[in-house]
């Protein structure tokens, strides 16, 4: 039996007079302690313990009731902040807090823990579960019994910022979400937590700087911690040292140790020299020697020959002048160095002097020496890229304006042209004579020869139609023929994919031809390999631009792809069956057979004025309205390969060899070039491009050149038609 004055330190009575109610309830006593001052209405506050009441009055319990009296929380009675603030407002709360409490019985059977006196116990029962599971439930956890324990209603945002605003101490409250409550610091335990946000110890009495203590060293102290005698190495030499100082002295002597020499200044220097030339200038990495001024002349000297010395002309002269283009020295004659007076500009031009030094722009630019050999690209010789077209050999004559397009035989027998005159010519290429000449009365724009040897027949653009023209040569049996394919009873007009109103086929009496009329402009036409196929392009013909006739069957259609701008050309692959259309920006290629696009090539040109496909067919070049050219490898890339700034103005009109790895293009600037274009059959190598040569002879007229240029099925050579009526031929 232990007596106890104080019931643990929980509950404290100073001033206020205090009568117990006992509620027995399961074997248990409820005590509530009323607190209250003389005058104050009386509070209860409940303080739950297991223990006899006469034990708990007499003051006297055994060691067990004391147990049980020491696992009584602090927390619930909270006696301690109620007569700290002697608040009667705080007093009432607890005690509708007592009543919640005993509603939900959520506190009657929580076990404590008594490992410390200063903790204070969770009280939920939830365990370590998390509190995340509760979130959306109205309780949280479950007592002893298993019945529910009911979370406590907490006010919406608008009256709890109306009751913070109220209260002046609403700062110092905290919610206990562990525990479901509001707890309000101490003073104390805000001065703590100051103390721990400056760095410093919790509670003010411990001092971080106490003096040391030295537990070996004392007053009283009448024998040392030891007592052994100084070894005898302290006051002998050490060999070791000895040794060490003996190989020092000699890597001395065989210079294998070297001291730094100390540094000799010399006695005169250079005053006008460069400073970026002395040894400790050049040590420092980005050390830039400060600009020379002019070195002195001898109009400087003080006496100066006559030529040096201005007359008084000059010198009236130079008042008259800019302030910067004057002269800052003028020369003068002096018997002696006595006579000679002090500079008047002595300040200012050291003041301008230590203003340019200062203001210089002073930046290292690191020059490097290149041989710009080194940097042309190692291209073969052109002895060895030998046969190409480099002199002009022939000069075709008769017809009396520009020549606009010219078109070889497949044999390369015959070459036909077509002019602004009205005439459409053919020409026998090895001796220049013309064979036969139809005057048409409107320029001609474009002559395509068909590609079949057994069908000599031409196509000639006169402005918005395409005249199928007889040549007239092959035999008997060939003759026929053709006569029966271009021999139309009635005229006809296609009516698939309503074309009757844009396009219909006329047989010409007049040159015993067909004449295919469309309502644009045609600007170009191309042959079919198998030369049955001829495709017309019309810029300003809107979704019908492209259109693809049958000669043996008479029929036209438009190509079935949606164009995206105006088309400038078209070009049928080949081998296969491809279809290349050019507008102004980029080359589409489609598949005839599929329907559907294949590539896009973006050229990056400003507009595209030509196209021609290798006889591969995998590579291709553009020419553009900006003197560049193109070269396009499709397996590689949707972009050039490379690009060519090779003529100055506009061109007109490129071309592949069928047989030769030769390619050439011609422009306004009345010249044409010739290049070396080898494709080679390993997909790892890139295609050589190498300019070989460039051909003139054409003149200018009217601001145009050369305005075609078509290579021989055969030879190398190269045809070109100028604005000057003539055709040259250009052999090796």
Known sequence: MRKISTIEGYIFFFSFQCFTLVKKKANEHVIFLSLFRAGDSPFFFPCRCGLPLVSFLSGTMSHQESQKLDNVNPLETRVEDVIERGDNDFLDDNHDQDEHSESSQSHQAVDESDSSEDEVAPRNTIGDVPLEWYKDEKHIGYDIAGRKITKKERQDKLDSFLASADDSKNWRKIYDEYNDEEVELTKEEIKHIRRLLKGKAPHAEFDPYAPYVDWFKWDDAKHPLSNAPEPKRRFIPSKWESKKVVEYVRAIRKGLIKFDQPKEEPRFYCLWGDDSSSADRTKHLAYIPPPKPKLPGHEESYNPSLEYIPTQEEINSYQLMYEEDRPKFIPKKFTSFRSIPAYENAIKDSFERCLDLYLCPRVRKKRINID?????????????????????????????????????????????????????????????????????????????????????????????????????????????????????????????????????????????????????????????????????????????????????????????????????????????????????????????????????????????????????????????????????????????????????????????????????????????????????????????????????????????????????????????????????????
């Open 372 to 732: 710009p050999e080194s940097l042309k690209p190692k291209l073969p010789s052109r002895k060895d890229l030998r046969p190409y077209p480099s002199t002009c050999y022939l000069d075709y004559r008769g017809h009396e304006g520009a020549v606009l397009s010219i078109s070889v035989e497949p044999s390369g027998q015959w070459i036909a042209s077509g002019s602004k005159d009205g005439t459409v010519r053919i020409w026998e290429v090895e001796t220049g004579r013309c064979l036969r000449v139809w005057e048409i009365g409107e320029a001609v724009q474009l002559v395509a020869w068909n590609p079949l040897p057994e069908l000599p027949v031409l196509a000639a653009s006169v402005g918005a139609d395409v005249l199928i023209l007889n040549t007239g040569f092959g035999n008997e049996e060939e003759q026929k023929r053709i006569k029966e394919l271009l021999h139309i009873g009635t005229p006809t007009t296609d009516d698939s994919d309503d074309m009757s109103s844009f396009l219909s086929w006329i047989q010409d009496e007049k040159y015993d031809c067909i004449r295919l009329r469309h309502y644009r402009t045609v600007s170009s036409i191309e042959w079919h390999r198998k030369g049955d196929y001829l495709s017309t392009v019309m810029p300003a013909g809107e979704s019908r631009a492209v259109l693809i006739h049958q000669l043996s069957k008479r029929l036209t259609q438009r190509l079935p792809f949606k164009l995206h701008g105006l088309p400038v050309s078209s070009v049928f692959h080949p081998t296969r069956s491809i279809f290349f259309v050019a507008t102004k920006k980029n080359v589409r290629v489609y598949d005839l057979l599929k329907q559907k696009l294949i590539k896009k090539l973006e050229t990056q040109l400003r507009e595209v004025s030509s196209i021609a496909v290798h006889p591969a067919g995998d590579n291709l070049i553009v020419g553009s309205k900006e003197g560049k050219l193109c070269w396009f490898d499709m397996d590689l890339s949707s972009k050039p390969y490379k690009t060519l700034k090779c003529h100055p103005k506009d061109i007109t009109k490129v071309a592949f060899h069928r047989s030769y790895p030769l390619f050439a293009s011609c422009s306004d600037d009345c010249t044409a070039y010739i290049f070396h274009g080898m494709v080679y059959a390993d997909l790892n190598q890139n295609p050589l491009i190498v300019p070989l040569e460039i051909l003139r002879g054409h003149t200018s007229y009217d601001g145009r050149g050369v305005m075609d240029c078509k290579f021989h099925p055969r030879q190398p050579w190269l045809f070109t038609a100028g604005a000057d009526s003539s055709i040259k031929l250009y052999c090796h």
